[in-house]
């Protein structure tokens, strides 16, 4: 760099006198070069922004400025406030359209959602104007909540709690009304049995228990009560069953009164009961 020497007037020649300036610059050197420019790797930030988080990630000049274009970028947007009880539906809907996806289709949802769950929550979400970041919460939240209840409805334990309570304990009733059902299931309906949750196998139960204590259905027992209290054998008290039903099915395609009907349920119930 050369600095040109500059004459100084001092007034000898009649004219006022002129102050002498700094030297001039010829060559369009800067006196001084920014560190960054000439070596973008060594930029740091001052030492009164170190601790600002913003500068984390800031590693040049041109890191700065694209910060900087980003942040007049944000301010000079139209922004509005968080509705209220008191906006109207118009406001409402601006404020939507400034912090939802674009479209409904946006949101996320785990594999096992079904088409109409993703319709109708993409647009529930859509509708009420959520972030993608707020449905996520949403949807990982209840998608918990739905596996431990899931857990809870088929667990071993969730079902012995079922029993627990129907049988109030007594674990022999529990095994007679399993056989009985055992022995009236095909393997159709014991697979239907199977894939029930704890509460509807527990509603199976008791309607096959209250059956069995009303009308002495757990026929292995019952039938061996009438055998031995009538000296019957098994088949023949199967046989006096038919033959009871069969009197009560006549009765549609005859005269008879309810007393009548009630007197062929007393005897087939006796069979059951072994009651002479």
């Known amino acids: 760099m050369t600095d040109e020497i500059v004459p100084v007037n001092t007034g000898d020649d009649g004219q006022a006198p002129v102050a002498p300036t700094d030297p001039v610059n010829t060559d369009n050197t800067p006196s001084e070069i920014p560190r960054d420019v000439i070596n973008p790797t060594e930029f740091t930030a001052p030492e009164e922004y170190k601790d600002k988080g913003w500068t984390k990630n800031i590693k040049s000049i041109d890191d700065l400025w694209k910060t900087n274009d980003n942040a007049q970028e944000l301010i000079g947007k139209k922004t509005i406030g968080v509705p209220d009880k008191d906006s109207t539906p118009e ?9 939802r996806p674009e479209n409904a289709e946006a949101y996320e949802f785990p594999e096992y959602t079904t088409d109409i769950e993703k319709e109708l929550y993409s647009k529930a979400f859509y509708d009420n104007g959520l972030t993608k970041k707020q449905s996520e919460g949403i949807i990982k939240d ?3 909540f739905m596996e431990a209840q899931k857990a809870q409805m088929y667990s071993a334990e969730g079902f012995e709690a079922v029993m627990k309570d129907t049988f109030k304990g007594d674990t022999e009733a529990q095994a007679s009304v ?8 095909n393997e159709a309906d014991e697979e239907i049995v199977n894939n029930m949750s704890n509460e509807q196998a527990g509603v199976l139960y008791r309607i096959a228990n209250n059956f069995a204590n009303s009308h002495g259905a757990i026929e292995g027992g019952a039938l061996n009560n009438e055998a031995s209290s009538q000296n019957m054998s098994e088949s023949q008290v199967k046989d006096r069953q038919s033959a009871i039903r069969q009197q009560i099915s006549d009765l549609s395609g005859k005269a008879h009164n309810k007393a009548d009907k009630d007197k062929l349920l007393a ?7 072994g009651v002479k």
Do not use: C, G, I, N
């Open 178 to 185: 399993k056989k009985l059902l055992d022995r009236h299931s």
């Open 91 to 99: 406001q409402f809907e601006e404020y939507y359209s400034k912090v």
């Open 142 to 144: 209840h998608s918990e």
């Open 267 to 273: 005897d087939l119930a006796k069979t059951y009961k």
